[in-house]
């Protein structure tokens, strides 16, 4: 089982940045493709963007492509996501995700963490 834990999120204006932190640990695995989703208020959880753990391959949704940016620290064990340019859209929980392939699909990841809040004041 692996377990995933999430920090960095809070209230920023637009137009500010935000990064968000993913610590991996338990069963962990190189060939893990490692993901970002948030769910804003009424809405489904969405996907946000992955990266694939060994080769770095990254995949975005549309909406935040060259605004955030997945990396990862293989040394940290550690998933990070730079948010800049933040719009009061991209308002919501952030969750960080663990699954097997470059999915943007929600049901591909077997592994959730507890979600961080990220708020966007206009």
């Known amino acids: 089982q692996v377990r995933l834990v999430e920090s960095g999120g809070g209230l920023v204006q637009a137009g500010g940045s935000l990064r968000l932190s993913c610590v991996v640990s338990?069963?962990?695995?190189?060939?893990?493709?490692m993901g970002w989703f948030r769910q804003a208020p009424g809405k489904e959880r969405e996907f946000v963007s992955v990266?694939?753990?060994?080769?770095?391959?990254?995949r975005y949704a549309d909406s935040v492509k060259g605004r955030f940016t997945i990396v990862r620290d293989n040394a940290k064990n550690t998933l990070y996501l730079q948010m800049n340019s933040l719009k009061p859209e991209d308002t919501a929980v952030y969750y960080c995700a663990a699954g097997w392939t470059l999915s943007t699909l929600k049901n591909e990841y077997d592994s959730w963490g507890q979600g961080t809040q990220v708020t966007v004041s206009s």
């Open positions: 338990g069963r962990t695995s190189s060939n893990y493709a």
């Open positions: 990266i694939r753990w060994s080769s770095g391959i990254t």
